[in-house]
């Protein structure tokens, strides 16, 4: 396995203590084994995201994950509501740390784990820093996460509570990972980026293979993925390339990115048919999840929406706490970021024609306490 840079193809090793590529491309992975082995009926009793890991990197090294593990993964997927059997809801916040960031974190510190890294830094708007805050204290690795400070209270908590050094940004996104990156320069300390390093979209990319296996064998006609840097977007349309590549599939679900309407560049690039994605304004929202003015990979978001014959969504404030409202009133508590996707569903049952006859899966990916 290397590194290999999506811009220019220029390849590096995974001991580089760079995070992207000279030409400021941004690594993709390249050489993780596909071993079909993973649909084999005796791994049907693994019941975490380790079930794949023949399609992970550290195939060869199951010690790795088994010291690692927090039984991650195999989230339940459940109908949404009664009449309507064709929708289904994958419920990631039953994750360790709560939201589906746990399933990019377990495999990016199985990585620093394995290169002996004893320090590392990492740069959220919270919950990829808590995961990755559970997974450092559980590999004994010291690790510094940088946040904005107007990061909710309780995810800046739950990030201190597993022992990680937080320091907190005042500014923009932008400015917290600019301070991360000073950071890792300065001190060459290991970046457990989950935007830079692909390691972390090897984890997501299980969500699919969950899902696939879930419905028996086969995908759904459309996957709704909350989209502010594309991690879970990004893992799934790797999840699709490779069921395609094994033949375990013919044809791919839509992806339908969801971004709030006040922070919306995917979906501004997306409506003016570029091939890039500008900063965008963040003229505030709720989803603080999704709220990436400028995301580092959105040339790739774009080309994965586009190659699923995808779109994006841009869900307002008022669609997003309705959203919320009726998930509550359906027993359903989710972070509000991940009330969006539910908004994006009723969005598109209210302006696609048929829309209704198709089957939808979407994610309750951060868990309601966070934000309650
Ligand atoms: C991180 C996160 C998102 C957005 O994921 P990106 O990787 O930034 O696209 C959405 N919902 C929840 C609950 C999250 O934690
Ligand atoms: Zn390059």
Not at 3 to 19: N, S
């Amino acid at each position: 396995m290397q590194y290999i840079c999506h811009q220019c193809g220029r390849v590096y090793p995974l001991t580089t203590a760079k995070y992207k590529c000279a030409c400021g491309g941004l690594f993709d992975l390249q050489g993780v084994p596909l071993n079909a082995d993973w649909a084999s009926p005796s791994r049907l009793g693994i019941n975490s995201l380790w079930r794949y890991q023949p399609v992970l990197p550290f195939a060869d090294a199951p010690e790795l994950a088994a010291g690692l593990s927090l039984g991650e993964g195999m989230t339940p997927l459940f109908p949404y509501k009664a009449g309507l059997p064709q929708v289904a809801a994958k419920a990631d916040y039953y994750m360790p740390t709560l939201s589906f960031k746990d399933r990019g974190a377990v495999v990016l510190t199985a990585l620093a784990k394995k290169l002996g890294v004893t320090a590392m830094v990492a740069d959220s708007s919270g919950n990829a820093g808590t995961a990755i805050a559970a997974y450092a204290a559980r590999a004994s690795i010291t690790c510094h996460v940088f946040a904005p400070a107007s990061t909710s209270e309780k995810k800046l908590r739950q990030i201190q509570a597993y022992g990680a050094i937080l320091h907190t940004v005042e500014g923009s996104r932008e400015d917290t990972a600019q301070a991360a990156i000073r950071m890792v320069e300065a001190e060459r300390l290991f970046y457990a980026s989950h935007i830079y390093n692909p390691f972390f979209y090897e984890g997501t990319k299980t969500y699919v293979y969950e899902i696939y296996q879930q419905l028996g064998g086969r995908l759904p006609d459309d996957l709704i993925i909350p989209t502010g840097n594309g991690t879970l977007l990004l893992g799934a349309y790797k999840a699709l390339l490779e069921l395609k590549q094994q033949g375990a599939v013919s044809s791919w679900p839509r992806l339908l990115a969801v971004q709030a309407a006040n922070c919306a560049p995917v979906y501004q690039a997306f409506a003016a048919e570029k091939a890039e994605v500008a900063a965008a304004l963040n003229l505030g929202t709720s989803a603080e999840g999704i709220a990436i003015a400028a995301p580092s990979r959105g040339e790739q978001i774009l080309e994965a929406i586009r190659s699923t014959g995808g779109r994006v969504l841009a869900v307002s404030e008022e669609e997003i706490l309705a959203a919320q409202k009726e998930l509550l009133a359906n027993g359903i508590s989710v972070e509000i970021t991940s009330a969006a996707n539910f908004a994006a569903f009723r969005q598109l049952e209210r302006e696609e024609v048929g829309f209704g006859c198709r089957s939808v899966v979407f994610p309750l990916c951060g868990a309601g306490l966070k934000s309650l």
